[in-house]
């Protein structure tokens, strides 16, 4: 079935550098869905994009949403320790009747 | 505003029992979701459920279901409980479904399954 594939797995940065999560559809998505899990805490939403090429910020985070919108990715710059957690994109496939597939998520830890 | 509340939040069944979940979402909100989370599989789509019909489905075998009440609130059912149903199971409650497509999700703080 369709599938949302994230990279990598894990992430291991120093404070102050910057990440990136990538996220692949192989179907075209409706629009996607990110979302932060901090250790031990439930799914929380950051934001959602819905046009081709959308990019959108909140302060250090930067959001991209492909031109075939397939692909997307989250990038934070200057990391920080409260960024610790695992990032989820969720993408909605249309054709599915409307059902959010989420891709396995990417884990981040921060070294002070 | 409350959040979604999920109880219990820890349960320990032995396999073969049964065990049903409860999730309250946000006032207002009117489509209920519930996801398995485990470390080796993220999160899974198990189903939605709006005005008391199932929405959408993941894939999951028939030991696992659920319903919607009138209030809008949730339960989960897994009979013939294995080893492997092990999990965080978490409830999402939406607005409601916008031209057909899933809105976004408020996650409660999940029910920790362990079957033993």
């Known amino acids: 079935g369709q599938q949302v594939m994230q990279i990598p797995q894990y992430q291991h940065v120093q404070e102050g550098e910057d990440f990136t999560t990538y996220c692949n559809s192989s179907?075209?998505?409706?629009?996607i869905q990110w979302y932060k899990q901090r250790p031990g805490g439930h799914p929380v939403f950051l934001i959602q994009?819905?046009?081709?090429?959308e990019v959108k910020k909140q302060k250090r985070l930067t959001f991209q949403f492909g031109e075939a919108k397939k692909n997307s990715s989250l990038h934070i710059t200057a990391t920080q320790t409260t960024d610790v957690g695992t990032y989820f994109c969720?993408?909605?496939?249309?054709?599915?009747?409307?059902?959010?597939?989420f891709g396995q998520g990417t884990e981040l830890s921060v070294k002070p | 505003k409350a959040g979604v509340t999920q109880t219990p939040r820890y349960l320990i069944k032995t396999r073969g029992q049964q065990v049903t979940l409860s999730c309250s979402p946000i006032?207002?909100?009117?489509?209920v979701s519930w996801y398995q989370q485990t470390p080796g599989q993220g999160l899974q789509f198990l189903f939605e459920?709006?005005?008391?019909?199932?929405?959408n489905k993941g894939n999951f075998p028939g030991r696992f279901s659920g319903r919607q009440f009138s209030n809008s609130r949730s339960e989960m059912n897994v009979s013939t409980l294995e080893l492997g149903d092990s999990a965080l199971y978490l409830c999402?409650?939406?607005?409601?479904?916008?031209?057909?497509?899933?809105?976004?999700?408020?996650f409660g703080p999940g029910t920790r399954l362990t079957v033993l």
């Open positions: 999402a409650s939406s607005i409601l479904p916008a031209q057909g497509l899933t809105d976004t999700q408020y």
């Open positions: 179907t075209t998505l409706s629009n």
């Open positions: 994009l819905v046009k081709s090429g």
């Open positions: 969720a993408g909605l496939i249309y054709n599915q009747g409307g059902k959010l597939i």
């Open positions: 006032s207002g909100h009117r489509s």
């Open positions: 459920y709006f005005s008391e019909t199932q929405r």
